[in-house]
T-cell receptor, first 111, second 115 residues
Framework: RKEVEQDPGPFNVPEGATVAFNCTYS??????FFWYRQDCRKEPKLLMS???SGNEDGRFTAQLNRASQYISLLIRDSKLSDSATYLC????????????FGTGTRLTIIP | GAVVSQHPSRVICKSGTSVKIECRSL??????MFWYRQFPKQSLMLMAT?????????EQGVEKDKFLINHASLTLSTLTVTSAHPEDSSFYIC???????????FGNGTRLTVT
């Protein structure tokens, strides 16, 4: 089983719709979780960290489910500019600085 | 603005030559930096962890003699791809973080093409 798994998509979603992605991780000792956005041929950029209590930033909401070992990202009122690949990242275990990335979920917002 | 700067952003070289990529943390000191590689339509794969003042730690399957890493200061790490071959063509990205619980910030990446 991969350390971090994501549905690669693609997700083709009409503008204005709500879309959600999940990302599962295999190591229960993981402590830090992040969502990154990567545009074509560019470096990943941090979208948001994921906290145990869940967190929201505008149209974006991230959740952590430790029992089922997954994190989720919800995008409301999607915009054309949200089209990108969304990568989840998880640290390998407690005290380990290394992040392992999922393969990414490709999202295309359709006008 | 960018907190991690990477140079060059693009390089084309001939097979057999070496290429050096620089990664600088701009707003913070980074005792640890990470080098990733990304092939088309694949995820980022960690190549090595660069440690200031000591030897880099390489991931399994990454040749340390081919990918030389030097972390000479708290703000600079370099990756040298030695005797590059076409299969080394990829997107190389460095990253750094201020503390072990803060998110990684990435450089803008270096697209290497070996002809």
């Amino acid at each position: 089983r991969k350390e971090v798994e994501q549905d690669p998509g693609p997700f083709n979603v009409p503008e204005g719709a709500t879309v959600a992605f999940n990302c599962t991780y295999s190591n229960s000792a993981s402590q830090s979780f992040f969502w990154y956005r990567q545009d074509c041929r560019k470096e990943p950029k941090l979208l948001m960290s994921v906290y145990s209590s869940g967190n929201e930033d505008g149209r974006f909401t991230a959740q952590l489910n430790r029992a089922s070992q997954y994190i989720s990202l919800l995008i409301r009122d999607s915009k054309l500019s949200d089209s990108a690949t969304y990568l989840c990242a998880v640290n390998r275990d407690f005290g380990n600085e290394k992040l392992t990335f999922g393969t990414g979920t490709r999202l295309t917002i359709i006008p | 603005g960018a907190v991690v700067s990477q140079h060059p952003s693009r390089v084309i070289c001939k097979s057999g030559t070496s290429v050096k990529i620089e990664c600088r943390s701009l707003d913070f000191q980074a005792t640890t930096m990470f080098w990733y590689r990304q092939f088309p339509k694949q995820s980022l794969m960690l190549m090595a962890t660069s440690n200031e003042g000591s030897k880099a730690t390489y991931e399994q399957g990454v040749e340390k003699d081919k990918f030389l890493i030097n972390h000479a200061s708290l703000t600079l790490s370099t990756l040298t791809v030695t005797s590059a071959h076409p299969e080394d063509s990829s997107f190389y990205i460095c990253s750094a973080r201020g503390s072990q619980w803060s998110p990684l910030h990435f450089g803008n990446g270096t697209r290497l093409t070996v002809t």
